[in-house]
């Protein structure tokens, strides 16, 4: 069954999308916008993301690919579908246009495999990109501009049962998404531009007497939040955080660099491309 409550237990089962339709000729966020006019190579892309999936299975996680389709140049990014959660895989419900019916394609993949889907959100907005379990009992949750409070309503309604508190991020809105701006990476460990997010939650942060990570503004948008945990202190991650994988590995994390530089194009790294299914409960 699916089940996720930490951005850091083992992961076992992560759902991916190859970039064979990814296209930023309609930009629909400012690091896409920024690369509009040197496009994608395609081809490169796909070959890195095969990369990206064969790093999961040399690492015993089980990989699930959705179908593809040309209406869905954004695809790649399968983190924004929603959330799972101790209840099992709640989707969202996206802003843009651009990404209505993505989630069908989701659905075939998770079919096969008979893996269910508890619900998807009735009203408001909301993407994965801005979920983010601090621990099994609080995540913080982005409003930055693809999340609205009426998305955030409906979500704490649906974990009111898990004993799961939200609490609201708001954030300027060209960083998109919370996991581009604050990362829980490892147990106390996390990835912050503190200028980006607000006061309030960083207090959260350091209540809970978390190891920060600073970066700044400008590598907010050279993704050096947007990492991913898969579990027993491995992260899969970048060149272009060279800062940040210096510090991981500083604490004594493995960190993976994989080349990504096509794939990062879209607005989305490491975390946002991937939508985990299954970890072990921390």
Known sequence: MPF???????LKRVLLCRPE???ITVPINVIAANNKEKGVNVGQACREHD???????EYGVEVLLAPTSKRYPYEVNTRDLGVTTPKGIIFGRYLRELHWGEHRLAEQALHEKRIPILTQLPFGTFEGGDFMYVDKDFAGIGIGCRTNMIGVHWLQALLADTGITLMPVDFDKDYLHLDMICN????????ICTEAVSPEFYKELKKRNFTFINVSPSEVFDHACNLLSIGNNTIFSHPKARKVN???RALGLNVLELPLMECLKSGGGPRCMSFPIERDET
């Not at 996720?4 to 083992?10: A, L, Q, R």
């Not at 829980?184 to 990835?191: L, R, S």
Request: aromatic fraction near 14%.
């Open 4 to 10: 996720v409550n930490s951005e850091y237990g083992p």
């Open 51 to 57: 990369e990206f999936v064969r790093a999961f299975q």
């Open 246 to 248: 210096e510090r991981l």
């Open 184 to 191: 829980i990476i490892a147990p106390q460990v996390c990835v």
């Open 21 to 23: 339709y990814l296209d």
